[in-house]
């Protein structure tokens, strides 16, 4: 059975850090294209975030680019997304996803996680 648990997430100020965690298990999960989505409060889900197994793809959604950054270890089946100059507009339930293929849309991801909540305050 697969599995992606969410971890890091809280309430920060404005220009703050922080830094989330995605652990995987499951078969195959490994090969796996790695990535994240956040839902805001009367919003639609939103690409993030993702990369691919070996790290040589990378991709950001240009509200995120400069600011997060993506990682994963293999050996450790963990994702994590460090999160800096943090914005009010970043606050939304943060979900990490497992795709079979490189991309930005939430419909071809396979696997999610239950989310975790990320509140910036001005």
């Known amino acids: 059975q697969v599995q992606l648990v969410e971890s890091g997430g809280g309430l920060v100020q404005a220009g703050d850090s922080l830094r989330l965690s995605c652990a995987t298990s499951g078969r195959l999960l490994n090969t796996y294209i790695m990535g994240w989505f956040r839902q805001a409060p009367g919003q639609e889900r939103e690409f993030v975030a993702a990369i691919s197994w070996s790290g040589s793809w990378v991709n950001y959604a240009d509200s995120v680019k400069g600011r997060f950054t993506i990682s994963r270890d293999n050996a450790k089946s963990t994702q994590d997304l460090e999160m800096n100059s943090l914005k009010p507009e970043d606050t939304a339930v943060y979900y990490c996803?497992?795709?079979?293929?490189?991309?930005?849309?939430?419909?071809?991801?396979?696997?999610w996680g239950q989310g975790t909540q990320v509140t910036v305050s001005s």
């Open positions: 996803a497992a795709s079979r293929r490189r991309t930005t849309s939430q419909a071809n991801y396979d696997y």
